[in-house]
């Protein structure tokens, strides 16, 4: 009886297991939710760029899904929407360093000199699970700002 009730646990916490991972990958955010709500950004800010702006920094409701969120910045690197750290709105952040030391977001800026729409690879750290992670960067360039939103990707 006890081997029974064993192994029926087993399988049950095998299960719950198998579908905490799935629960955890159902988290991820995919490519085409970030480029959507780069997108939604871009599109509010067209249509009332301050207003926009400080939606985008202001309202987690609406501009923070899971990890991801959108960061605006102008083309010098100046930061002007944040949806996680209001605080850094206004903040330079072109020497920053990923964490390999890579300066991703000077990198970032180069590319939308030269792209209306990309991607941009670096690693840094998830805040939700407290590790370093690659991450992938989506922007798109309107006017004199570049929309960006990001994606976790396994490691």
Known sequence: MRKQVAAAVAIAMGAMLGSGAALAEEKRVTAKEAEALVKKGVAVIKASRDKGLAEISNNKDAWVDRELYLVVYKMDGTAVAHGTSPKMVGK?????????????????????????????????????????????????????LIVCGGIYKPA
Request: net charge neutral; with cysteine; glycine share 2%.
């Open 92 to 144: 330079n952040m072109l020497e920053l360093r990923d964490a390999d030391g890579k300066e991703h977001i000077r990198e970032r800026m180069d590319l939308a000199r030269t792209k209306a729409s990309f991607w941009q690879d670096y690693r840094t750290l998830n805040r939700d699970n407290k590790k370093i992670e690659p991450k992938s960067m989506y922007c798109e360039r309107t006017d004199d």
